[in-house]
């Protein structure tokens, strides 16, 4: 079992920065490999960025390519997402997730924080 708690959401105007934190519970956390997703109001869940389980490799959505970086530091069991150069499109609630595999998929994701909001004004 992981719990996560993310933490670091805002409000920020368009162009400026924010950096979201994951913690996760419990001794396992670099067995998973993490995942941030985000849900803008009326649209799905849409998967943002991947790091593998050592940090090594990482994957990022098109829409957030050179823009968002996604780190973690498994001594403090915590996952990061460095977000700069925000647009009013990145609003949303975003969500840190846990996964045995490495994926883009939501489904692969078997757990989840509460999310935090980010909203960007323009």
């Known amino acids: 079992q992981v719990q996560l708690v993310e933490s670091g959401g805002g409000l920020v105007q368009a162009g400026g920065s924010l950096r979201l934190s994951c913690s996760a519970s419990g001794r396992t956390f670099s067995s998973y490999h993490m995942g941030w997703f985000r849900q803008a109001p009326g649209k799905e869940r849409e998967f943002v960025a991947a790091i593998s389980k050592s940090g090594g490799n990482t994957r990022y959505a098109d829409s957030v390519k050179g823009r968002f970086t996604i780190s973690r530091d498994n001594a403090k069991n915590t996952v990061y997402l460095q977000m700069n150069s925000l647009k009013p499109e990145d609003t949303a609630v975003y969500y840190c997730?846990?996964?045995?595999?490495?994926?883009?998929?939501?489904?692969?994701?078997?757990?989840w924080g509460q999310g935090t909001q980010v909203t960007v004004s323009s």
């Open positions: 997730a846990a996964s045995r595999v490495f994926s883009v998929l939501l489904g692969s994701y078997d757990y």
